[in-house]
């Protein structure tokens, strides 16, 4: 049985950081590539940040570049999102989410919520 544990949510102040993770069991990590999703309200969900399996290779949307980093452990079998210079606009719940490469994201966790105040 695949799960995916996010962990790392909270409440943050404006310009403050914070580092999620995402704890997984089931899979074999390391050949999946790993993402980041996030679902503020009334909005769909938004891809941020990717990770290739070997971890050589990411991807983020434009809104976070500069701000996001991802990474993971493959001996942890963990995904991280390092998460600075938080704004307002990144409240919203955060999920992570695997995928074998060139394949659809078909395992998620769960979310956690990120409240950014102003």
């Known amino acids: 049985q695949v799960q995916l544990v996010e962990s790392g949510g909270g409440l943050v102040q404006a310009g403050g950081s914070l580092r999620l993770s995402c704890a997984t069991s089931?899979?074999?990590?390391?050949?999946?590539?790993m993402g980041w999703f996030r679902r503020a309200p009334g909005k769909e969900r938004e891809f941020v940040a990717a990770i290739r399996s070997s971890g050589g290779t990411t991807y983020y949307v434009d809104s976070v570049k500069g701000r996001f980093t991802i990474s993971r452990d493959n001996a942890k079998k963990t995904v991280y999102l390092q998460m600075n210079s938080l704004k307002p606009e990144d409240t919203a719940v955060y999920y992570c989410?695997?995928?074998?490469?060139?394949?659809?994201?078909?395992?998620w966790g769960q979310g956690t919520q990120i409240t950014v105040s102003s």
């Open positions: 989410a695997a995928r074998w490469e060139g394949n659809e994201y078909n395992y």
């Open positions: 089931g899979l074999i990590f390391s050949n999946y590539e």
